[in-house]
């Protein structure tokens, strides 16, 4: 049976899948936070260097700044394995765009909020990390969620630097087989993945409001 | 005693408050009335110091705020605002807004917190909504939340920014009663409000800021 043959190499395409996943999510989202706070701080000159890093990240390819990293900065003197220049490019590429979300997040955060906790004497730092942000992660948490299937679906791009994550084991499977039958398997294991974020993410936006999570 | 000597507040070249003059006693209910635009909010936003002054001082009980000065922190738990919209933070529990602010403050435990704050939520008449969330309750009650927020912090002078313009002529009623117990306990009250049935039937003393301009 094909379908035996494919479960062993699907499954180490998975779990490399997964490590870039969970790895990238794992030190973006909180970079993400740390840096948009920074950020909210509205110094000017850290700002332009935010929103410069920010226009390079979104602006390009993920595919384009992978290949940089693991060709082009050798000839700048810097050579990286193909494990970090993956980390590297993901975390980079995905820090911006939850930055971009928290940014909006911060922002719809009411006026008032800070007021009340001036009026209350919280300091800037307090009022920032009790009263604020979780307000903003709370009203940005949908985006974030978006992100994270993308992010899910995005890691099939380190295939073009060798990595042997879940399409690679697809395509070989289709390349020795000769049938399109490893690619049914490699959708059907991107969608369980996705469908379970996706569970994942409602359950923790429910638990995150008060109101629904009571 | 509050005491407001030459109050001067503009915004680029829209002199809001020009010379306004006024003191009350700690024990006094003042109504501060006025057409709209006359700077009623911004002189409470003053006090509270959400605006810096341009010139002018304010005095309260021996605590001064002048030209330039830095926030106050003595002067700032001497005064409780309650604002037009509550601003009570939807993520913490009507306990949680009202004891949070005391313990930050290393005032008093947690658990002496919950106790002042039961008692109090239970003399606003909110006692059974105390583990419920800002979102789930009606405009008065949220009201009534603030006050007792605001009065975690015994402030010597509690301010209301419109407190009626959101209720209905029954509720209006008893936050005049429940103003009126709140000054018995030695808290001076000024209210900004428009509502001059309201005013009336409140206040020791109405202020018309049109009549202190110099």
Redesign the interface.
Known sequence: MLIGKLILPLFEGTLVTLQVFAITFAVSLPLAILLASIQAARIKIINLFFQLFIMIERGTPLLLQMMFVFFGLPYMGVTLDRETSIYLAFVLNYTAYFMEILRGGINSV?S??L??C?????SRF?SYV??IL??AL?ACFPSIGNEVLTLIKDTSLITVLGASELLKAGRSAVNTYGTAVPFIYVGIIYLMLTTTAEFLLKKTEKKMD??QG? | MLIIKNLSKSFGKKKVLNNVSFCMDDHEIVCLMGKSGMGKTTLLRCLNQLETIDSGTIQLNGLTLSTGQKKDKAFQKAVGLVFQNYNLFPHWTILENCINAPVYHQLMSKKEAIQKAESLLQEMQILEEKNSYPNTLSGGQKQRAAIVRACMLDPKILCFDEPTSALDAESARKVAAMIKELSKKEIGILIVTHDEHFAEEVSTKIIRLDELTA
């Open positions: 009411d008032g909020q007021e009340a001036q009026v209350l004497g919280y307090a009790r009263v979780p307000q709370q008060p109101v009571e």
